[in-house]
């Protein structure tokens, strides 16, 4: 342990945490950063969105206490209090909403997780008038009469307030009776469909070569389009032709508890669902804000959810190939991330394969006897805890 892992550890006073912390990181994931987020998970940092949403003061004006980093040189804080935090956020929005529900429209809600399961209509207003912070807010009566507002905190604390949106049981209540309107949609006229093709093909080729020139630009419009897709469960709208896809791996597994890498990368996708803005309509606007080693920490996360070695009835093929490539590059030790219990594993083999592992691993024998298969199972997995023993499709391959 160095001054830095020491500096780290400071984040807390609890030497219970700090010990628990220390032990439970492998060796080669025990860096600062690391053990700074094991000891703080369960707080809120500043740099989040809900916490600039209720400021520090109105935080600890409610009871909430705060842990400073002070060997950081921007002394960040983390708000120990993740419930209250939430409360003072949720009393906040409602306040909020009591304004929006003052001018006419039909229903308000806050929404302190964006609901990716609710398809809204829309109304749109009838000019282009704004107000102080850019909000068009000129909408009809009969239309605001009939639509309503979500309220969400965006990336940078500030209030967000989407208004016009058309509930989709009131969208089936009106076509069922007719009522609604449909907006013709404008299109450009004066060219032909061929010359619009031909001239924007110039122009794709323009935006690529500028594009290629460009890393901070390329870096953050492909972390966009990357997250569109594998966080907010929409079809991404980015211009950029990237497609990435995550299988659900707990759908493949017998036993999802064998497995902390998964774990993990539940935890990781946690941490960043509160980093990142909760309405993709801000996504690409944070994207580009941010400085490149976090956007670089993010595309890490975003590749590693691709990540796709599962091997099928249909066997190998060079895609695992390539997998074998890739552990290799990663130095990949599955005794770090594999844990074979009796349900998820040994249950599952018969009786004379558990002999054999017994053999194989070189640790002592367990007769088996007339045992039963679960209590035979249940020998296996207590004979081999510890001993580093892994089934052939976890082991190194060359």
Known sequence: MNLEHVMALAISDDHAAQEA?????????????SLKDALTHEAVPMTDRLAKFIGMDGYIAAGGEVVRDLFDEENDCYLTDRVLVMQLVQAKLEIEADKFRAEGWKWVRPEIVRDHG???GRVWPIDNDEDEEGESINFAPEDKARAGVVLRVAYDGSL???????HPDDMKAEA??????ETAEKTPSGFSAALVEDLTAHRTAALRIELARNLAAALAFTVHAMASGLLYMSASESCLAIRATSDDLERRMKLADDSPAHQAMKEEGERWGEIL?????????????????????LLAFLS????????TKQGRNEHHKHADRLAETLSLDMTQWWKPSAEGFFLRLPKAALAETIREANVLPVNFGNVKKEEAARLAAKALDGSGWLPEPLRVRA
């Open 160 to 166: 967000e307030a989407d208004r016009g949106l058309i």
């Open 304 to 311: 590693a959810l691709t990540v796709d070695a599962v091997q």
């Open 176 to 181: 069922k009776g007719g009522g609604g309107s």
């Open 21 to 33: 912390a220390w032990k439970d990181l492998p060796d080669w994931n025990r860096d600062p950063s």
């Open 118 to 120: 609710i398809r809204y």
């Open 277 to 297: 803005p909760g309405d993709e309509a801000d996504l690409l606007a944070w994207c580009l804000a941010q400085p490149q080693e976090r956007l670089l920490d």
